[in-house]
């Protein structure tokens, strides 16, 4: 993890933890009331345990990496949680997420408040990495930041002066499920509808659509990787390396990227979006990143209000693989501040 | 004006002024501290004599209509405030509204507050709308709602747990400049960008569109009528008696909006949704208004994710054109409340 660590003795309390479940690992941390990374952690999801055993498992992590960075527990006041949908915020309940078939139907907030001794704040994982960076990340100095993670999935998250745009039924910020095509020759999203911009711009997309267009023959350098095994990060790599097929693949997504950005600001009109996620192509220490931010931020210029052209700032997301954790020990710490005042 | 009227007896203090400013006609209220009001009155916009003449209109109108309803101006503890864009609402700036040619660069809500000796709440008048629907008309039942307001043109509100998502630079809640059409015939926007809603779900649209299939021949009892004075009422009139061609494009109309609904939706996720504005085809009393609602929710059904579908409400708005003042006056007795506590 590449945040750095603040020691105990600089550490500002109360201390919060934050627990960020993906599909392969959960990511936890220990972190100060300042944001600022104490200790953090990983075990594996290993969602065919089922819930249970994950939440005895986070625990125990938790307690461990206390002692091991020697923090007083009694300092940790609360817990976050972010998970992927689908869920129920309020009632605290893992539904159905697509990538843990393991885990459906469970009141996991309570069952790790529990566990845990402390009280849990419930979130989805993209709303958590959303109130990271709002929080201590890419969108600090922001009063209002959408959120678009890019990976296997496209997800989001709104934090609109420190609230979280949950929804009403746990599915606000679906920016992956804004429609960006409705001609004839759409591609269809995961979730089964035509024209999302998850069926554009997740990394599964790049890769489906850099395969149709090898098998129609075009002349690439990815054309010597074999089919099944092509990943996102191969067809960055070959883009990298001055491939023309995987450039133009690239740019085409970041025009497809600019209008989902465009419709979810006029929507929502934030100060900031930041794009987060794995599919980065580097950020903005890399030529390929450069390019690709500029030209997701041109077309959004092109489609929106010339005050937002001019002011709206578009980033890379700053905090990486930790915003989720960091985040939901953030939405942690509010609620605990909100009961105590 | 449709809404009953509460006793000056019976009124709920402190009580708040309201003020809409529409392209024609200003619509002035004073309601209670439950959202009911005990008078309004209207007074022309006449914009061509300036803002500064508009306020001094407006102050007067609210002392004389006080003196009327016998309402104790004492009482009267605040004033919100509604124009249409654009504007810079935490600055309290008109900025250069299209539908007011002579209101230009002017500080409305500091001259209001000067000339009402009230401190004055500033708000877009389409997020004034949507307050109020949300305080006492459509969505009273209901914690967060997204309201489209279908006029001249196309606004839009967003109301979380009682705040108004304005946006950073005031261009929240666009709903119009939202994209539902990506294809090569896509129709131009009033804003000059391809496939807006506006451009399909506004009066103006469904008139150009009707005006477009007369010119090409198709037949229509529509045709009977000057293409220059045609008006969406006319269509909706038409479609009530029978007509096949208005009939056809008030349904395109629906399947179009129930696109943009979905949208919003997958960004915001409201428990409800209200269609708002004089564009309802008579609203749920009349048969052409349930087949229009009928026809955006089943398009919305269809688009958008299993739980909303069951659980999203979509809903004709319930004040009509009262609601901006009566949301204005809402917002204002937000902000006194607030500075209250």
């Known amino acids: 993890m590449s945040t750095p660590l603040v020691s ?17 690992t959960i990511k936890i941390g220990i972190v100060d009331d300042l944001g600022r990374t104490l ?3 990983k075990i594996p999801t290993a969602d065919e345990t089922g819930v249970p055993d994950a939440v005895r498992r986070i625990a125990a992590a938790l307690r461990s990496l206390a002692d091991e960075r020697r923090i007083d527990s009694g300092d940790v006041v609360s817990v976050g949680l972010g998970t992927p949908g689908t869920m129920d915020i309020p009632a605290g309940l893992i539904l159905e997420p697509p990538n843990l078939p393991g885990w459906r139907h469970f009141p996991i907030r309570d069952a790790l408040a529990e ?4 009280p849990v704040t419930y979130a989805n994982d993209a709303g958590a990495a959303a109130y990271g960076e709002f929080w201590v ?7 209002s930041i959408c959120l678009f993670t890019l990976g296997t999935g496209v997800g989001g998250g709104v934090i609109v002066d420190d609230v979280s745009i949950d929804g009403a039924h746990s599915h606000g910020a679906e920016f992956g499920h804004v429609v960006i095509d409705t001609t004839a020759e759409a591609r269809r999203c995961s979730c089964g509808k035509p024209g999302h911009l998850e069926a554009y711009a997740s990394a599964t997309a790049l890769v489906s659509i850099v395969r149709e267009r090898l098998a ?6 990815l054309a010597g990787i074999a089919a099944d095994s092509l990943t996102a990060l191969d067809v960055a790599k070959g883009a990298e390396a001055g491939d023309a097929l995987a450039l133009r693949l690239i740019d085409d997504l970041a025009v497809r990227l600019g209008l989902g950005v465009a419709t979810v600001t006029h929507v929502i009109d934030p100060e900031a979006v930041i794009l987060g996620g794995a599919m980065n192509f580097g950020g903005a220490a890399h030529p390929l990143g450069q390019r690709f931010l500029a030209r997701v931020t041109a077309e ?3 489609l929106t209000f010339p005050v937002q052209a001019a002011r709206t700032a578009l980033l ?3 905090l990486g693989g930790d915003a989720g954790y960091i985040g939901a020990a953030g939405l942690a710490r509010l609620n605990h501040r909100n009961q105590a005042s």
Chains 1, 2 share one sequence.
Not at 13 to 19: I, N, S
Not at 137 to 143: D, F, K, N, S, V
Request: charged content about 30%; hydrophobic content about 35%; proline content about 5%.
């Open 300 to 302: 959004f210029r092109r």
């Open 137 to 143: 990340g890419a969108g600090r100095e922001h009063r």
């Open 8 to 24: 105990v003795a600089d550490a500002r309390r109360p201390l919060h933890a934050g627990v960020d479940v993906g599909g392969t």
């Open 316 to 318: 890379f997301a700053a």
């Open 115 to 118: 566990a845990c001794e402390r």
């Open 39 to 41: 200790g953090a952690t």
């Open 216 to 221: 129609a023959g075009e002349p690439s350098s």
